[in-house]
């Protein structure tokens, strides 16, 4: 009887064991493609991008606005068929607990946006009233898709949509004739301007809401501050307050992935703008905002956001990314007024 009970209380806890080693070994591989799908896709050379693009429409020819549409083209592709593909749309582990790389998506993914309404609005239109490009009016608004959707149309499905009108755009720059309408792209300084006023807006923002991680931070409309006791005027003017704490990492990777397509897709516009540049002697001032984002994409070394006071002993991560899109975003103030003179 003793002995019988002794071999149930082994075989028990031989059963707790091998339950215990089952979710061990579960819970390492759920940190391994964790730390995997979580890590930051790399940079990327625009001008070979383009030329393995163009080997496949089997052509050399590489006419003005291809490189700047392949960019948007393999940005989308890249958060499409990173490692882990495309995380923010996951509903289980271990995406569903990647914040981080989720923020990065989204950060990158307003940068497409921005980017590929400036192809269809302004890039290839001569004049307000010029009809728009049929392939880059089916482009645009897949890319504008719900950037969380797990279900029927899922969001890859959408935006892969979106990639392939973009390459039709591009064919089309390259071959045209009889039934097949040529496409335009016009790298004039006017459609410039344009587009990088929304780029100051972005960066604008994304310096503010860094800077707003620290204590102090809080930001009160400007009639509150003159006189406190006398009601705001506007009451649609919030202020700004401090982040919370467990969003200040997800800020902070929004603008690594912001600065992160906003990096090649100046690369593009120094490719293809490269003729208007010089001539307003503006190539320097694409130069620094270039610069300073390739500073904001230094390797983070902590494995935890680090969040320290303005001059206190621990730095700043937050702060440090500010400055750098801050000094960016006052190179695009100078590039505006460049392409704004006649």
Same mark, same amino acid.
């Given at each position: 009887?003793?002995?019988?009970?002794?071999?149930?209380?082994?075989?028990?806890?031989?059963?707790?064991?091998?339950?215990?080693?089952?979710?061990?070994?579960? $819970?390492?591989?759920?940190?391994?493609?964790?730390?995997?799908?979580?890590?930051?896709?790399?940079?990327?050379?625009?001008?070979?991008?383009?030329?393995?693009?163009?080997?496949?429409?089997?052509?050399?020819?590489?006419?003005?606005?291809?490189?700047?549409?392949?960019?948007?083209?393999?940005?989308?592709?890249?958060?499409?068929?990173?490692?882990?593909?495309?995380?923010?749309?996951?509903?289980?582990?271990?995406?569903?607990?990647?914040?981080?790389?989720?923020?990065?998506?989204?950060?990158?993914?307003?940068?497409?946006?921005?980017?590929?309404?400036? $192809?269809?609005?302004?890039?290839?239109?001569?004049?307000?009233?010029?009809?728009?490009?049929?392939?880059?009016?089916?482009?645009?608004?897949?890319?504008?898709?719900?950037?969380?959707?797990?279900?029927?149309?899922?969001?890859?499905?959408?935006?892969?949509?979106?990639?392939?009108?973009?390459?039709?755009?591009?064919?089309? $720059?390259?071959?045209?004739?009889?039934?097949?309408?040529?496409?335009?792209?016009?790298?004039?300084?006017?459609?410039?301007?344009?587009?990088?006023?929304?780029?100051?807006?972005?960066?604008?923002?994304?310096?503010?809401?860094?800077?707003?991680?620290?204590?102090?931070?809080?930001?009160?409309?400007?009639?509150?501050?003159?006189?406190?006791?006398?009601?705001?005027?506007?009451?649609?003017?919030?202020?700004?307050?401090?982040?919370?704490?467990?969003?200040?990492?997800?800020?902070?990777?929004?603008?690594?992935?912001?600065?992160?397509?906003?990096?090649?897709?100046?690369?593009?516009?120094?490719?293809?703008?490269?003729?208007?540049?010089?001539?307003?002697?503006?190539?320097?001032?694409?130069?620094?905002?270039?610069?300073?984002?390739?500073?904001?994409?230094?390797?983070?070394?902590?494995?935890?956001?680090?969040?320290?006071?303005?001059?206190?002993?621990?730095?700043?991560?937050?702060?440090?990314?500010?400055?750098?899109?801050?000094?960016?975003?006052?190179?695009?103030?100078?590039?505006?007024?460049?392409?704004?003179?006649?």
């Amino acid at each position: 009887m003793a002995s019988s009970d002794s071999f149930e209380d082994v075989k028990s806890r031989g059963i707790l064991w091998g339950f215990g080693v089952v979710v061990l070994i579960s $819970l390492l591989v759920l940190l391994f493609l964790g730390a995997w799908w979580g890590s930051e896709p790399k940079q990327f050379s625009i001008q070979d991008e383009a030329m393995e693009r163009a080997k496949i429409t089997k052509t050399t020819d590489i006419p003005l606005g291809y490189t700047y549409t392949n960019t948007l083209a393999h940005i989308a592709e890249v958060l499409l068929h990173k490692s882990g593909g495309y995380i923010t749309n996951d509903v289980a582990p271990p995406g569903v607990f990647l914040d981080n790389i989720s923020a990065f998506e989204y950060g990158a993914l307003v940068m497409l946006r921005d980017a590929t309404t400036a $192809l269809r609005n302004h890039f290839t239109r001569d004049q307000s009233q010029s009809d728009e490009d049929p392939d880059l009016k089916i482009a645009e608004p897949y890319f504008y898709y719900e950037n969380d959707s797990w279900a029927l149309p899922s969001t890859e499905a959408e935006y892969q949509k979106g990639i392939d009108a973009l390459h039709k755009y591009m064919t089309r $720059l390259q071959k045209y004739g009889g039934n097949v309408k040529r496409a335009q792209f016009y790298s004039r300084a006017d459609n410039l301007w344009q587009y990088t006023e929304v780029v100051i807006k972005r960066l604008g923002n994304l310096s503010t809401r860094l800077s707003a991680s620290t204590a102090g931070a809080t930001l009160i409309p400007g009639m509150a501050v003159i006189e406190p006791n006398v009601e705001v005027r506007n009451a649609k003017v919030a202020p700004m307050t401090e982040t919370p704490w467990l969003l200040i990492d997800d800020v902070f990777y929004e603008a690594r992935g912001s600065s992160w397509a906003l990096l090649h897709i100046l690369r593009a516009i120094k490719y293809d703008f490269h003729d208007i540049l010089l001539d307003k002697r503006a190539m320097n001032t694409v130069d620094i905002m270039i610069k300073a984002l390739e500073n904001a994409l230094s390797p983070v070394l902590s494995p935890m956001i680090l969040n320290g006071s303005g001059y206190g002993v621990t730095a700043n991560y937050s702060l440090t990314m500010a400055t750098y899109i801050a000094r960016a975003n006052a190179a695009a103030l100078d590039l505006r007024d460049i392409m704004n003179r006649g």
